[in-house]
Nanobody, 124 residues
Framework: QVQLVESGGGLVQAGGSLRLSCAAS????????MGWFRQAPGKERDFVAL????????YYADSVKGRFTVSRDNVKNTASLQMNSLKPEDTAVYYC?????????????????WGQGTQVTVSS
């Protein structure tokens, strides 16, 4: 079992930055792929970014490439999402998720564990 707790959301003006953190406990963190998803009201939960368990390889949704950076610290058991040049369309609840197996990294169904979510609101 893995417990995930996000922090760092809030209200920011367009063009600003936020950094989200996800603290993991309960299982060897280094054996988990760590993903970030977001869900706006009335919309599906969408993939944002992933950092892999072994190589630390990163993947991003096209909509955030060049603006968001995902990272991990396998000593502190944390994953982070640095979000720069934020836009109003980035407004959503952001979730971190852990995948202990395989599957399509961009699909929420591949992930076994989820955090509670943190609200990010970008004003224009």
């Amino acid at each position: 079992q893995v417990q995930l707790v996000e922090s760092g959301g809030g209200l920011v003006q367009a063009g600003g930055s936020l950094r989200l953190s996800c603290a993991a406990s309960g299982r060897a963190f280094s054996n988990l792929d760590m993903g970030w998803f977001r869900q706006a009201p009335g919309k599906e939960r969408d993939f944002v970014a992933l950092i892999s368990r072994s190589s630390g390889r990163t993947y991003y949704a096209d909509s955030v490439k060049g603006r968001f950076t995902v990272s991990r610290d396998n000593v502190k058991n944390t994953a982070s999402l640095q979000m720069n040049s934020l836009k109003p369309e980035d407004t959503a609840v952001y979730y971190c998720a852990a995948n202990s197996g395989g599957g399509y990294y961009y699909s929420p169904r591949a992930y076994d564990y989820w955090g509670q979510g943190t609200q990010v609101t970008v004003s224009s």
